[in-house]
């Protein structure tokens, strides 16, 4: 029998919470750009060191989440996104932003170092992130559509992620204060599949810096190349969160049916045609079909990237160390796009983008399609057994009826088996045929057996014992 699978609601809220800076980046760098006296480069350096922080979290808390516990590190990482958020929401001064976007995106990227750890100590760590894919997308969307009738101000969608950290404190409380003791033995185990998990970081790395060097400018695309207003490319990008939710669906219907190689070797490649499609776009019509293929490919191939990665290391440290590399990967892309765009323009930009992004989808889909041997630990719980209702009969000390045993000088007064269970049993007469012991004896001793209380015994079934994220993006 196996043990019933409860949904985690703790890890889906810090998974959504964590990832929904990297999901607003694009209207966060535009208003940078619109309400602050900077130039968007300069805008995009500040969404880029905000997530250059996140990812910075990753590295330093990706094997240290079994020391201090996760709840008290999911609580952390929410509170320091909240102040940090806040701070840069409710001031005009360019110091202040920068430093608050510097210590929200730390929190945000503790919250989703907490949050990868959690998933991949889970059965199904795919279902877990389709589950939080889900919730950021569907919370990014409805904020897309409505951040724009908020007004102009370049707080808004910082206040909205500050928010979404207080909101999700509560539910951090339910997760659990220490990581399991399985954990902790284990703690100081070496990172299996060494070569696999760096080569799937690195690449990691590069794949988002593609993903999200569009995605830093996609506003600008829109607005200025496409001659759309916010209101149309807010519509827009929430029309391709609302296609990603049904790609996020479906890879959670389809789940590892196909592998891991398919979904990110094809995935990949269609990703880089959207790329070429959407920094091309003139109008209204090709920039929205390259925003919603684009977005409704990304969390699907994300999803797998997650889930290949957790399985490599039951503890997560593969989950969030490859998600820390995406995120410094991430917190590149908003510069590296601004720049390649202010320099060779955005069909260049794209183009360039797509080549590269299908140079590196190789090393990944190899990495996706090797075998890997590893040892599952798990746990069986073992229930007690009530003996009050047993008949019992006490053993006999030194000096009673077995006093020729070599055990009579055996001190048994304080033993923990001084009295033991009696289990009667039936023993029929064994037939003697034409065995040297025939002559012997069989004596038989016609006893009832006592029969067992079933309620007596829990479900049993093996557990995961150990502790995705990949980076975020959109």
């Known amino acids: 029998m196996s ?3 409860t949904t985690p609601w703790p890890l889906v809220a810090l998974f959504t919470a964590g990832y929904l800076a990297a999901y607003l980046l694009p209207t966060t760098v535009g208003r940078l750009d619109a309400g602050l ?13 905000l997530l250059l922080s996140s990812a910075s979290a990753g590295f330093l808390l990706a094997s240290r989440v079994d020391r201090f516990g996760p709840r008290r590190l999911a ?41 990868a750890t959690g998933i991949a100590g889970r059965r199904d760590p795919h279902r877990v992130t389709t589950l939080g894919l889900l919730g950021v997308s569907a919370l990014a969307g409805a904020l897309y559509l409505t951040i724009p009738r908020l007004g102009p101000a370049h707080g808004v969608p910082l206040a909205a992620i500050a928010c979404a950290s207080l909101l999700s404190l509560p539910l951090a409380g339910r997760l659990p204060a220490q990581a399991p003791a399985a954990h902790t033995r284990r703690a100081a185990s070496p990172l299996p599949h060494r070569r696999s998990g760096l080569l799937l970081a690195a690449a990691m790395l590069f794949w988002s810096l593609a993903q999200n060097a569009l995605w830093g400018v996609s506003g600008r695309i829109g607005l200025t190349q496409a001659g759309l207003t916010e209101v149309t490319v807010g519509a827009v990008f929430a029309v391709a969160l609302g296609a990603g939710l049904l790609g996020v669906v479906g890879a959670g219907a389809l789940g590892p049916r196909l592998g891991t190689g398919l979904p990110i070797g094809l995935g990949t490649a269609l ?41 490599m290391d039951p503890r997560g440290r593969w989950a969030v160390l490859v998600g820390s590399a995406s995120s410094l990967g991430t917190a590149c892309g908003p510069l590296t796009g601004s720049l390649l765009s202010a320099r060779a323009g955005y069909p260049a930009m794209g183009t360039v983008l797509a080549a590269g992004l299908l140079l590196v989808g190789v090393p990944m889909t190899l990495v996706a399609l090797r075998p890997r041997r590893g040892t599952q630990i798990v746990e069986i719980p073992v229930p007690e057994m009530p003996v009050a209702n047993h008949p019992v009969a006490p053993v006999p000390a030194a000096g009673g009826p077995f006093t020729d045993s070599p055990f009579t000088d055996l001190a048994v007064a304080d033993s923990p088996f001084t009295d033991v269970p009696i289990v009667e049993i039936s023993v029929a007469p064994a037939p003697a045929l034409d065995s040297p012991f025939a002559k012997v004896p069989v004596t038989g001793f016609p006893l009832e057996a006592v029969p067992a209380q079933r309620d007596a015994y829990a479900t049993a079934g093996p557990r995961h014992t150990a502790a995705t994220v990949s980076a975020p993006g959109p």
């Open 271 to 311: 990703i880089a045609g959207c790329i070429a499609l959407s920094s091309a776009a003139t109008d209204l019509t090709s920039f929205a079909a390259g925003e919603i293929a684009w977005n409704t490919l990304y969390p699907v191939v994300l999803t797998y990237v997650i889930g290949l990665a957790a399985s």
């Open 75 to 115: 609580r952390a990482g929410l509170f320091l996104a909240a102040v940090g958020y806040g701070t840069a929401a409710l001031s005009s001064a360019v110091p202040l932003v920068v430093a608050g976007a510097i210590v929200g995106g730390f929190g945000s990227g503790t919250a989703t170092t907490v949050a």
């Open 3 to 5: 043990a019933r699978t």
């Open 37 to 49: 006296p900077l130039s968007a480069t300069q805008a995009g350096a500040v969404g880029s060191v």
